[in-house]
Nanobody
Framework: QVQLGESGGGLVQAGDSLRLSCAAS????????MGWFRQAPGKEREFVAT????????YYKDSVKGRFTISRDNTKNTANLQMNSLKPDDTAVYSC?????????????????WGQGTQVTVSS
């Protein structure tokens, strides 16, 4: 069993930055695809970013390209999401996830483990 825990959320102003971290426990995630998703009130959960186990393949949601950067440190069993130039539309609960799929995926149903999420609120 894998437990994922996010940290780093908060209330910021538009244009500010936040760095979200995801720590895994229970077993190593070095061979897992890691993903970040978000869910705003009244909206469906949506894909934000994903990274392959070696970090060679990365995908982003179009609206965050150039502003968000996903990374991972397999030696520390962590994954991070650096978010710059935040906008009010980025306001949501952000969750990290892990998948045992062999290739990166943007579909939430392909992810096996989920954290509880961390709130990100961006004021205008």
């Amino acid at each position: 069993q894998v437990q994922l825990g996010e940290s780093g959320g908060g209330l910021v102003q538009a244009g500010d930055s936040l760095r979200l971290s995801c720590a895994a426990s229970g077993r190593t995630l070095s061979s897992s695809i890691m993903g970040w998703f978000r869910q705003a009130p009244g909206k469906e959960r949506e894909f934000v970013a994903t990274i392959s186990w070696r970090g060679c393949t990365i995908y982003y949601k179009d609206s965050v390209k150039g502003r968000f950067t996903i990374s991972r440190d397999n030696t520390k069993n962590t994954a991070n999401l650096q978010m710059n130039s935040l906008k009010p539309d980025d306001t949501a609960v952000y969750s990290c996830s892990a998948s045992s799929k062999l290739v990166v995926t943007t579909r939430p149903e392909d992810y096996d483990y989920w954290g509880q999420g961390t709130q990100v609120t961006v004021s205008s």
